[in-house]
């Protein structure tokens, strides 16, 4: 079974401009989380999307956004990037069943470097 | 904000030893508790949940519990080189998988 994907892998964009971050759950897996990681901060959590529907939010400006489609690949986007956003951009997918929390399998990353 | 307290590190332990990591969290209300493995330059991988208090066993790894004193430990015994890598704590309410995570300890097992 194939895990989790996620591209770019890598990218490195300036000030002020966006970036769209994809992610490809693992197969029959509903739920998609999305976590920004950086040395500072460790993993903090972005939102979660579950059948198209954003499930929880963290505690992040507006700037940051996501979707989720009815094939279950979900994309985030960051506008107006500043230097604070360079991290590493996890997405994690869960085959979640009713009120359990379940196992989080997380992609590679995305690295954004914000120049 | 629920806040997940772990110790840096590094902790170094001999090979064959037994290797205790520590985590605290501040939400009374968590009710799943996770340890996550993430190897340098790869992604975190789950290695042990609990969710009742008290010891859970699975293999070398052993999770303990306290919800009165808002503890959560693993323990890993016989450590291998192989288990160098940085562990992360991470807490949530049941029905969510928003987790807290810690900043993650930091292992080396030394040949």
């Known amino acids: 079974k194939a895990g989790v994907t996620q591209t770019p892998r890598y990218l490195i964009k300036t000030r002020g401009q966006q970036v769209t971050l994809s992610c490809s759950p693992i197969?029959?897996?509903?739920?998609v989380s999305w976590y920004q990681q950086t040395p500072g901060q460790g993993l903090q959590f972005l939102f979660e999307?579950?059948?198209?529907?954003?499930?929880n939010k963290g505690n992040f400006p507006g700037r940051f956004s996501g979707r989720q489609f009815s094939n279950s690949r979900s994309e985030m986007n960051v506008s107006t990037l500043e230097l604070g956003d360079s991290a590493l951009y996890l997405c994690a997918s869960s085959f979640t069943r009713g009120d359990a929390t379940g196992e989080l399998f997380f992609g590679e990353g995305s690295r954004l470097t914000v120049l | 904000q629920k806040e997940v307290e772990q110790n840096s590190g590094p902790l170094s332990v001999p090979e064959g030893a037994i290797a205790s990591l520590n985590c605290t969290y501040s939400?009374?209300?968590?009710?799943?508790f996770f340890w996550y493995r993430q190897y340098s330059g790869k992604s975190p991988e789950l290695i042990m949940f609990?969710?009742?208090?008290g010891d859970k066993e699975d293999g070398r790894f052993t999770a303990q519990l306290n919800k009165a004193s808002q503890y959560v430990s693993l323990l890993i015994r016989d450590s291998q080189p192989s288990d160098s890598a940085t562990y992360l704590c991470a807490v949530t309410n049941t029905g969510a998988n928003n987790l807290f995570f810690g900043t993650g300890t930091r292992l080396t097992v030394i040949p």
């Open positions: 939400d009374r209300g968590s009710q799943s």
């Open positions: 197969s029959g897996h509903r739920s």
């Open positions: 999307y579950f059948s198209e529907t954003q499930r």
């Open positions: 609990i969710y009742s208090n």
